[in-house]
C-alpha cells in the first residue's frame, strides 16, 4: 500500500507527453514515474547483484539425486507449475 505522496511538477508539454503515454499503456501518470524512479533509482546497484550472485554460488547445495527429488515431485512435496505430477512420472529424464 502506498503511503507517502510527494508532489512533483511538470512542464505542460512534459506532462501532456506522459498523460499520452499512460492513457495508451492504460496506466496512470503517477504509476509511470513511480516505475521510472524504481528502475533508476532503486534497483540495486551492479555491485550488489554481483555480490548477491557470489552468495548463491558459494553455497553448496545438496538435493540429492534425480531419483529423490523427482520422488518428492512426484508427492506433491516440491510444487510443478508448469508440469503435473502424472507428467513427471511420465518424464523420461
Known sequence: M???RVEV??????YHRLEELAQ???RSV???????????YLQP?????LQAVERLVSQDFDFGSWEEVK????RG???V?????????????
Open 2 to 4: 502506498l503511503r507517502r
Open 9 to 14: 511538477l511538470f512542464e505542460p508539454s512534459e
Open 24 to 26: 495508451s499503456k492504460r
Open 30 to 40: 503517477g504509476s509511470l514515474v513511480r516505475e521510472a524512479v524504481e528502475r533508476l
Open 45 to 49: 546497484s551492479r555491485e550488489e547483484r
Open 71 to 74: 520422488e518428492e515431485i512426484i
Open 77 to 79: 512435496k516440491i510444487p
Open 81 to 93: 507449475e508448469a508440469h503435473s505430477a502424472e507428467e513427471a512420472r511420465r518424464s523420461p529424464v
